[in-house]
């Protein structure tokens, strides 16, 4: 079973910084998706970014980009010119290719992020 | 603005209430879900539906009745809760098969509140 890991319950930046959010993930598979997703107050889950495993290049959604290290199993988030509205939870999740299992996706306990004005 | 679409926004019902979830979608998605979400944990699957038939129960406890009437719409009926079930319940949908990241998108949420 995969596992995915968020070491940071909590995470401030302030407004205009830059902040990077982590997330380790356990498999024996090759070939998966690995996404974030921002959930703000009004609790709607909204995809961030998303990355594909056998694709090198990081993937980047303007102010967000991630640090995908597959040997390592590390799956960062960066938010460069934090803004108030990025505040929220960020869960990251992973989901296996494999068509039998790819309809689970695996959560992190999710990094609440706080932006100071 | 979200793709799928979720009612009713808040719910609160009695423990011998009959009620219904509702969520529609209309992006061309063959697999729709359900899951729930307590306060400040990551959300939890519960059902999966594929090509319109139930692939996967996670085990959830009959008093959850999912249905999906067609490729666009999925119902959970609710019977008999207890207050331990008041939680965000999200819908969510995909592609099947290897597109485009095979990402989940997912609706705003029900607030169930069982009283």
């Known amino acids: 079973a995969q596992t995915v890991t968020q070491s940071q319950p909590e995470m401030s930046v302030q407004e205009a910084e830059t902040v990077t959010l982590s997330c380790t993930y356990d498999?024996?598979?090759?070939?998966?998706?690995l996404f974030w997703y921002k959930q703000p107050p009004s609790r709607q889950m909204i995809l961030v970014i998303r990355?594909?495993?056998?694709?090198?290049q990081n993937a980047t959604e303007n102010r967000f980009s991630v640090n995908f290290q597959k040997a390592a199993k590390s799956f960062s988030l960066k938010i460069s010119d934090s803004q108030l509205g990025d505040a929220a939870m960020y869960f990251c999740a992973y989901r296996s290719a494999e068509e039998t299992s790819g309809s689970r996706l695996t959560f992190g306990e999710g990094t609440q992020l706080t932006v100071n004005p | 603005d979200t793709e799928v679409t979720q009612t009713p926004k808040h719910l609160v019902m009695g423990m011998t209430n009959k009620k219904s979830l509702k969520c529609e979608q209309h992006m061309g998605h063959r697999a729709m879900y359900w899951y729930k979400q307590k306060a400040k944990k990551p959300p939890e699957l519960m059902f999966v539906y594929s090509y319109e038939k139930l692939s996967i129960n996670e085990s959830v406890p009959s008093r959850f009745s999912p249905e999906c009437p067609n490729s666009s719409l999925l119902n959970l009926h609710l019977h008999a809760l207890q207050p331990e079930d008041s939680a965000l319940y999200l819908c969510a949908s995909s592609q099947v098969g290897r597109v485009i990241g095979n990402t989940i998108y997912f609706g705003e949420g029900s607030w169930l509140t069982v009283v």
């Open positions: 990355q594909e495993a056998y694709k090198q």
């Open positions: 498999t024996s598979e090759s070939d998966y998706y």
